[in-house]
Structures are given as C-alpha cells and as structure tokens.
C-alpha cells in the first residue's frame, strides 16, 4: 500500500472529528471519500499531509511513519494537496503561481509546467493573468496543476467540483482520471458522490468520524443503503421491492440506512 491510514484520532480542542478511521490507497489506484458534511472527510486530507495532528493512530506513507512528519517534508516525500477553497495567491500570475508548486525542488520544473499547461489549456492561454481574477473553475484547475507541480506520488483533492458549473464539473473529474492515467495516485473527496463513484477504484463512506462502509466504488453504485443516503435516492428496483412485507430484507435494509447522526459531538464539546 502506497498510503495507511491506521485507526486515527483527531479532535478539535475537545471535539472528536475522527474516531478512528482507517483505510488505504494502493499504488495506482483512485479512492474516494464520500459521506455528508462534518462527516470528516476535509480532516482525514488535513491529518494525511500534515495540517492537523493526530491524537492517536498512525499514518504510513510510501514504507514510512509519517505520523508525526512536518507538513513541507511530506509534500517532498510526495505528498500533494490542492488544499479546500483553492488557496492561490491571488497577486501573482498563473505561471507564478504554478512555479510556487516547485518551489520546495531543487531540479528543473520546466517539464512538469509543459505538462501542467497540456492537462489544462486554459492554463496556458491565461499564463500571465493574475490568479485573482481567474474564475472559479479554473482557480480550481490552477490549485490542481499547482499541486502537480512538486510530482506527488499522491494527489489529495478535496471537492475539486464543489461551486463548479455542471460542464466544468465533468471537465474536472476528465482530468482527474487523466491525472491518474498518467501515474498519480489519487485520494479524492467529494459531496458529488455520484461522480466520484464513477471514477474511483475503492471508496469508502464516512459518517461522524468513522468509516461505515468500505467497497469497490462501482459496488457502492449499487448499494441501496448508498444510493438512499448519498446518492439522491433508491434505484428503481428498490422502489419496486420495498412496500411488500415478503421482501422484508431490501425494506430493512432501507430503513437500517445510516440515520442521519445525532448531533456531532461539537455541541458537546466547548466551542472554539
Ligand atoms: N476548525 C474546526 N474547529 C472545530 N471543529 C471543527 C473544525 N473543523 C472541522 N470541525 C468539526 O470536525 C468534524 C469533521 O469536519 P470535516 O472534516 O470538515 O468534515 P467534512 O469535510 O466531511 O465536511 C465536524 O464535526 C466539524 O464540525
Ligand atoms: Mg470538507
């Protein structure tokens, strides 16, 4: 396994957003994360390079403890995050803000800008633009290509579509798979669970802190308990079984759907 993500504990002063979570990412593979908010997906990314410390638990990276790595040392042992809400430097041009990505390596990073610019053209046109005054969609492409710029073994993504219109949306997971194709492994969090089933090898499903469900992604397609809870409703075959008390299982299993949780554990905690 390229990442281990072993039983981690993660609070926030005294809330738990991480109740022991585990699960891993093969060499080659894309998994995705799916679950509602506050589900802990966005901590499990901040845990994995770096950004939050663990409270217990540990997290392998590459044949490594990395548990207790600094952030800048995981992203040079290969550990890429196109961080939430894009996190560009508004001031500086596209092409700066790509070379930032290549900041922390000492070799020459013209191969890896060729090769940002030929997964995303709009890139290209706009090398001189200020990232500020890029639209959303495609700060979010220069968070990804920036991110690809230090040549990560692993890609972490957290809702690369999220306030995407539909058409970029579908560009954004194209480009994901295509990444992919190409070599990076990718850990992938996304509401768009639909899509990101699509695409993923493995998924698994997170609900308050732990993993609740761990399958191919195709068979969470599949699954009614899935389909009900994250992908806007059973499948027409559910519907038609559900009513009638001779097919009790698919009914119980309806209604044994993950409930929506009592409330996290931060309104029992102090507040920040
Ligand atoms: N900065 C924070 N301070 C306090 N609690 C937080 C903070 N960030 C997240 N949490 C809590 O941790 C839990 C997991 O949040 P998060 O990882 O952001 O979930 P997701 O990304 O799945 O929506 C939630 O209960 C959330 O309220
Ligand atoms: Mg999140």
Not at 45 to 50: A, E, I, M, P
Not at 78 to 92: D, S, W, Y
Not at 158 to 187: H, K
């Amino acid at each position: 396994m390229l990442l281990e993500i072993e039983d981690i504990h993660v609070h926030y002063g005294k809330i738990a957003a991480l109740k022991g979570i585990t699960a891993s990412v093969d060499d080659g593979e894309i998994v995705t994360l799916i679950g509602a908010n506050g589900a802990g997906k966005t901590t499990t990314l901040k845990t994995v390079s770096g950004l939050r410390n663990l409270s217990s638990g540990a997290i392998r990276f590459d044949g490594r403890d990395i548990s207790r790595m600094p952030g800048h040392k995981r992203v040079l042992a290969g550990i890429g995050q196109a961080p939430e809400g894009r996190g560009i430097f508004p001031g500086m041009t596209v092409e700066e803000n790509l070379l930032m990505g290549a900041y922390a390596r000492k070799d020459d990073a013209s191969k890896e800008l060729a090769e940002a610019y030929e997964l995303f053209p709009r890139l290209a046109e706009r090398r001189t633009q200020a990232g500020g005054t890029m639209s959303g969609g495609e700060q979010q492409m220069l968070a990804i290509g920036r991110a690809l710029m230090a040549k990560p073994k692993v890609l972490l993504l957290d809702e690369p579509s999220m306030g995407l219109a539909p058409m970029l949306v579908q560009q954004i997971f194209s480009i994901i798979v295509e990444i992919n194709r190409r070599g990076t492994t990718v850990l992938l969090v996304e509401q768009n669970a639909q899509q990101a089933l699509q695409i993923a090898h493995r998924a698994y499903v997170l609900e308050t802190g732990r993993v609740v469900k761990s399958a191919p992604a195709r068979d969470l397609l599949d699954d009614p308990q899935v389909r009900a809870a994250y992908l806007g409703g059973a499948s027409g075959d559910d519907l038609a079984a559900a009513p009638d008390v001779a097919s009790a299982s698919s009914a119980a299993s309806a209604s044994d759907a993950p409930s929506a949780e009592p409330a996290d554990d931060r309104e029992e905690g102090s507040s920040t």
